[in-house]
C-alpha cells in the first residue's frame, strides 16, 4: 500500500512543488492548508487526476492556534489510514529586528513555525510505530543578523529540534533538517531581489526547489541518515 506523508503549508510555493514531486513518487498525501483554500483544493484536483490511483485529502489547521495543531496527526491518521513522512513546511516569515519586533510577531512566530512542529512530531512519534520527518529550516540559522528577529530565532529552534527528536526517536523515526537559502522571493519581492541576493553566494544563482526536491529524495532513501541538516543554499551557510 501506498505510503502517507503529510506537508504543512502544502497549497502553495515550495509546499505545492513538494507535493506535487511526492504524489509523482507514489505517495498518498495529506494536503495542509490555513488560508489557501482555492489553491489547496486546485491542487488535490490536479493530483487526483495526475495519478486517480493515490489518495489525495486536504486539511485545514491554523498552526497559530494549539487547538488545532493537536489535532491534526489524529485526524489525518483517521481519514488517510496512517502516517509514514511528516514535512514542517509551513511558515511565517515577518521582518524586523529585536528592536522592532512585536510580541503577536515573537508569539505568532515561535507558535507556527517552531512549536506547532514540536507537537506535530510528538503527536506522530506517540501515535504511529515508526515514520519520517523532514522539517524546514532555513540557511539563517548559520547567522547572528537581526533583520527577520523573530523567523531567524523559531528556525535557529527547529534545528535543535531536529537533533534532540533524532536523538530521542530512534531507531523507529528518522529526523532530518533541510535549510533553503534563497529559492523563491518573498511574497512582494521580485526575481531581481532574489538573484541580488544569491549573487553573494558561492554559487551566484539561487538555488531553485528542484535542489529541496533532490535533498528529500535523499533523505528518504538514506535509511541511515538521521539529526542532520542539509543546506540547499548555494553555500551561503559557509558566509
Ligand atoms: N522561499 C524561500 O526562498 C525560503 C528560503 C529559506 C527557507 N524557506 C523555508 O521553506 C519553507 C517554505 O517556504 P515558502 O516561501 O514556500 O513559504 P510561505 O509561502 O511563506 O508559507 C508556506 C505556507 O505556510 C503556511 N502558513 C502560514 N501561516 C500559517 C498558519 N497560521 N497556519 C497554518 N499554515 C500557515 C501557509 O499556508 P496557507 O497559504 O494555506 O495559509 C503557506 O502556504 C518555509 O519553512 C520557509 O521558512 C523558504
Known sequence: MAKVALITGSAVRIGREIACH?????????????????????????????????CFKVFRADLGMVDHVSLLVNQVIERMGSLDLLINNA?????????????????????????????????????????????????????????????????????DLTKMAALEL??????????PGAVLPPVGKNRIYL???????????????????KTLDYIIDNQDLTGQIIYCDGGSHLM
Request: no cysteine.
Open 22 to 54: 511526492l504524489a509523482a513518487k507514489g505517495w498518498n498525501l495529506a494536503l495542509h492548508f490555513n488560508s489557501s483554500k482555492k489553491e489547496v483544493l486546485l491542487l488535490e484536483d490536479e493530483l487526483k487526476s495526475g495519478y486517480p490511483h493515490q
Open 91 to 159: 511558515s511565517v516569515f515577518v521582518p524586523g529586528s529585536l528592536k522592532v519586533t512585536t510580541n503577536e510577531q515573537l508569539i505568532s512566530h515561535n507558535m507556527i513555525n517552531y512549536i506547532a512542529p514540536v507537537i506535530l512530531i510528538r503527536d506522530f512519534a506517540n501515535s504511529s510505530a515508526n515514520g519520517l520527518i523532514i522539517n524546514i529550516t532555513d540557511t539563517r540559522i548559520t547567522t547572528n543578523r537581526g533583520d527577520y528577529m523573530a523567523y531567524s530565532l523559531s528556525k535557529k529552534g527547529v534545528w
Open 170 to 179: 530512534g531507531p523507529n523515526f528518522r529526523v532530518n533538517a533541510i535549510a
Open 195 to 213: 538573484e541580488k541576493i544569491a549573487g553573494n553566494t558561492p554559487m551566484k544563482i539561487p538555488s531553485g526547489v528542484i535542489s529541496i526536491l
